[in-house]
Each structure stands twice: as C-alpha cells, then as structure tokens.
C-alpha cells in the first residue's frame, strides 16, 4: 500500500511501506561484531529417527490419487519457545537475538509452525542453513495474526538455525512457540542435481515457458504471473490461482481445491499456516524432455489465509492471502467464465508433485461429467479425456482450468493423467466446474458470487484485472490531446494537456490498487514517480466536462 500527497503544481510520491516481503536482510548474528563477541557454537537439537521407507511406501500407492494433497514431508511434533530452548545474547547496544537451531538427518528440506506468532514491532525472525547457503526471512510484526500462528516456506538443508532479533525496549513483548518441525524428505528447492532424479514430476511435462501455441502463449506468459505453490497444513503441497472480482480491487483472493484443505489423513488443514510461493518459473525450459529445469531468480514467498467459501459439489475452496503482495512481484490476477460453456481447447498451469511450474494443453473441448468424489456421489466436473501436451499430477491440485481467453472454468479436483516417460498416458482428469461453484447453496461460505461479484454486476465473465482497468483505452479525442512521455522512465513522466477541460485523475498500482486521485490543474505537470519500485502502474484520466475517460499504462524501469 502507498500513500501519495499532492503537492502544488508537481504530484509528489511518498511511500509508506507494509508490504510483507520475505527473503531481505540478513540476520544479526552474521555481522562481524556479533561474531566477534559469541565465541560458542550453538548445538543443534537432534530430530528422532523415523520409518522413512513406511512412507515411502504409502507415497508410492498415494500418489496415483490426485484428490489427496502430495505430501512431501515427516511432522514432528515439538514443544520449543523463547523460554524453554535456544540461546539469547545480547549485542553492544543493548539489542537481543535469540537462537535455536534443528538437526534432522537427510533432510532435504525444513520448514516449521509456530503455533504462537506475535512480533513487536522492530523485531525480526529469519531462517538459515548451517552454511548460510539459504535463507528465509525477515519475518516481520506484519506476519501476525489473531490465532498467533505462523508457517514457514522451507529452508533447504537438515540442519537449520531460526534466530529471532528484538530491540531491547520491546524485549519480553513477543511471542514464539515452535509446534511443528517438517522433515522434508521430498525435494522442490535443491537444483543441483538432477531434477528428475528426485522423483518429482514426470519427464513428459512441460515448463510453462514452453510453447503451447501461438494462439495462448502471450496470454499464458501473463497467467503464469497468477500461478502459486502452496504449503498446505505443514507438510503438503497444491496449487491455486490470485483470481479477480468485478470492483478490480486487487483483492488477495486464491482459488484452489477444497480436498486441499485436508491432509493425507482427511483432518481438517488450519490455513493459518498455509504458505505460498509465486513466480518460480525455470529460465532454461525443459519440453517433456529428461533434461533438468533450473532454478529461477524469483524466491516470492508469504504466509498465512482465511477460508471465504468451499464446497464438496465442485470442490473448490477460497481463500484470502492474508499477508499483503508487493507490486514488486508482478502478480496477476487472472479473469473467469461462469456461464458453463464449454471451450473448444482448455489450458492449465500448475505445479505437479509440487515442482517447478508447468503447462499443459488439452486441443478438444472438455465435456461435463458427475462422479462420486470424496464422499459426495453428484461431484460436478469437467472432463478433459486427454491432454495433447503435459499432464498434471499430485500437486497440481487446485490449478485452474483456463479456456481461450485466459479466464478460468475450473480447478483441478482429480484423474488418472500422468506421464510414461516423455510421453502422457493418454488419461483423463477432471476439474471441478466454475459456474457450479459460483452459486452453490445459500450462503457466503459455500460459493464464489458474494465475493467475486461484490458489487452485485450480473457479469457472467470478467477478464484480467490488467485487462479490466485497461478497458477504457481508446482512441477518442480526449486520447488525442493528453500526451505523456518519456514512457517507460526512471520514475518521472511529462503530462501535458491539449484540451481545453478540466481533468481528473486516478493512479493504479498493478494489483489494481488506487494509490492517488486528484487534479490536473496546469497544461503541464510533472508526473515524479522515482520513489515507487520498478514496474507497471495505471493512470486513469477523465474529462470532467464529458465525463469521457481515458487509460493509459506507465512503466517505471529503473
């Protein structure tokens, strides 16, 4: 969120920052002064073994069932808090960190619950390694919650050092209790070996940067955008989709299937705890090949959502992204049909046994169909009887179904698609439909219309946010006399108005979020911009004699 003044003839920009952004800063403890001063080495606190090869083994029979969440890790359950465990020191200024750190042999991976999350402000949680190869963090007083829980993305590595840092005048004011410890047995973070050997997804998928057709490839390059990964409980993986509603408000609505919102157990998942991870998108693209996908430069990470609405009839779930999303991400909410036409080709976009992303294509048009799925006989799905390019697997859960025009009709629940080498298995998978989960039952808990239809428009579809505060563009006069250049820019831009009216104007940020609205008072206006971070933003002018409103996109490139 930005506050922005106006400030006489010029329009001033002064950010007030809240977005809740992981992965920046480093922890105390490495600063040299620090290192200077704690001679001792922290000892680890040693994880139990357990029967890894037992779960293998119900992995093997499990994951054939995409309607059950793809797990990838062993919960510990654990008791660790600020006053039972771990190390404080003090530094020179008074400050305090706090230390804790976890051994379980070959981990992959560790990622942790915090059953109590309660930061003062100031204070500061990360997450490393014990080479300091990978680090997560700052978690921040913006991560907590009114149930006080957190979840972590993982850390790569079996050894893990969570460090906690408070100023001295707010130490004794937070909350930190470790509930769960996951031993991540199954890789999605380690790219130095090779990808298929880790039994993640198949050889016949293919990364989303790889070609589906002229016809979806540029809209695909922005739905992408849309796509994250999710941590559902503490130790499963599904996928799900920012999906827009008709005031184009940016809101943080995530749609994905509701048999996520249990574990492999069938327990309830609190997604409190739930974390998410978008834009990780290999830059070298393997095309249902046996070469290995790289690792992207994106690690866009956050924590914590509340359910809106679920049903079994559809299986879909909603949820909302507590946690803010920087414009800085380039996210992209993606649009949706609710009118049970079917498309003459269908397209989704997901993260198949939890890795990096994927496409597939299916050249027919879907059918309806009702199964018998998780407990409800009269499941209404579409059917997609087997796809032209990739397949899904456990783990894709919960993406959507994306038609021709980019709007989604429905999310993953379940099928038999998977790959046999580089090649599909020629079955089928079945996607719980849009336009059922839109008005099912009576209230706001079951279905999607109250919050996607806020306004109570009657749209049966509605694109992209992006496409959606883009409408206005066209090529009127008003179009003709406004003149804004150099665009893109360092953050400055010129405004100069031809016509002879009175002018207001409304500035988005990519989220679809009004950050200023105001005046155009003078024929020429400086536009300064050079304190926003790079990226695409909106301004919405309107001749106020007319009522005639132009759009037009400005790009700041630093």
């Not at 809101?251 to 609190?270: I, K, R, V, W």
């Not at 002018?541 to 037009?552: A, L, R, Y």
Request: proline share 3%; net charge negative.
């Amino acid at each position: 969120m930005k506050k922005i003044i106006l400030c006489s003839v010029a329009l001033l920009f002064c950010i007030i920052a809240s977005a809740q952004v992981t992965n920046e800063g480093k922890p105390k403890s490495w600063d040299t002064e620090f290192l200077s001063i704690e001679k001792k080495s922290l000892v680890a606190i040693e994880m139990p073994d357990f029967d890894l090869m037992k779960i293998q083994k119900e992995d093997v029979i499990n994951d054939q069932d995409k309607s059950k969440v793809y797990r990838f890790g062993y919960e510990f359950d654990v008791n660790y808090d600020i006053n039972n465990s771990g190390k404080w020191s003090q530094l020179s200024n008074g400050d305090w960190i706090w230390r804790i750190r976890f051994k379980s042999k070959k981990a992959r991976t560790m990622n942790f619950v915090f059953e109590k999350f309660r930061l003062p402000e100031g204070a500061s949680l990360y997450l490393y390694n014990i080479d300091k190869s990978d680090l997560l963090g700052a978690y921040t007083s913006t991560f907590n919650r009114d149930d006080e829980m957190l979840g972590t993305w993982m850390v790569e590595g079996e050894d893990i050092t969570v460090e906690y840092f408070v100023p001295a005048s707010s130490k004794g004011k937070e909350k930190l209790q470790i509930s769960k410890i996951v031993h991540g047995y199954r890789s999605v973070t380690d790219f130095n070996v090779q990808q298929k050997a880790l039994n993640d997804s198949g050889d016949c998928n293919q990364d989303v940067d790889c070609s589906v057709g002229a016809d979806f490839d540029d809209m695909k390059d922005n739905l992408k955008r849309a796509v994250g990964l999710m941590v559902v409980g503490s130790s499963g993986f599904c996928t799900g989709t920012l999906i827009n509603n008709t005031s184009n408000d940016g809101a943080p609505y995530f749609l994905t299937a509701n048999h996520c919102y249990q574990d492999e157990n069938g327990n309830t998942s609190n997604t409190g705890i739930w974390a998410f991870r978008f834009n990780w998108v290999s830059p070298n693209p393997s095309c249902a090949t046996t070469t290995a996908s790289t690792n992207g430069t994106f690690d866009q990470t956050t924590s914590g959502s509340t359910v809106l609405a679920n049903n079994t009839e559809s299986d879909v779930l909603l949820v909302n992204i507590d946690s803010s999303l920087p414009n800085s991400w380039d996210l992209y909410w993606a649009g949706w049909d609710r009118t049970g036409t079917a498309p003459s080709f269908a397209v989704g976009i997901h993260h198949p046994s939890g890795d990096i992303m994927k496409v597939c294509r299916e050249n027919q048009s879907p059918t309806e169909r009702i199964i018998s799925f998780n407990g409800n006989a009269t499941t209404e799905m579409w059917n997609v009887a087997d796809w032209d390019l990739g397949v899904t697997e456990r783990g894709s859960s919960g993406s959507a179904l994306f038609d021709p025009n980019g709007r989604i009709i429905g999310q993953l629940a379940g099928g038999a698609a998977a790959c046999t080498f580089t090649n599909d298995n020629n079955q089928f998978d079945v996607y719980g439909r849009f336009d059922v989960s839109w008005d099912f039952g009576t209230t706001n808990a079951t279905r999607l219309s109250n919050w996607l239809d806020p306004i109570n428009t009657g749209a049966t579809t509605l694109n992209s946010l992006a496409e959606e505060i883009t409408l206005s563009v066209d090529e009127n006069e008003l179009n003709k006399n406004i003149i804004l250049y150099p665009n893109p820019s360092n953050g400055v831009f010129s405004v100069s108005n031809n016509s002879e009216s009175r002018l207001t104007y409304s500035l988005f940020n990519i989220t679809g979020q009004q950050i200023d609205n105001g005046e155009m008072i003078d024929r020429n206006v400086l536009l300064d911009m050079s304190g926003n971070v790079s990226g695409v933003y909106f301004i919405s002018i309107t001749d106020t004699s007319t009522n005639v409103k132009i759009t037009k996109k400005l790009v700041i490139n630093k």
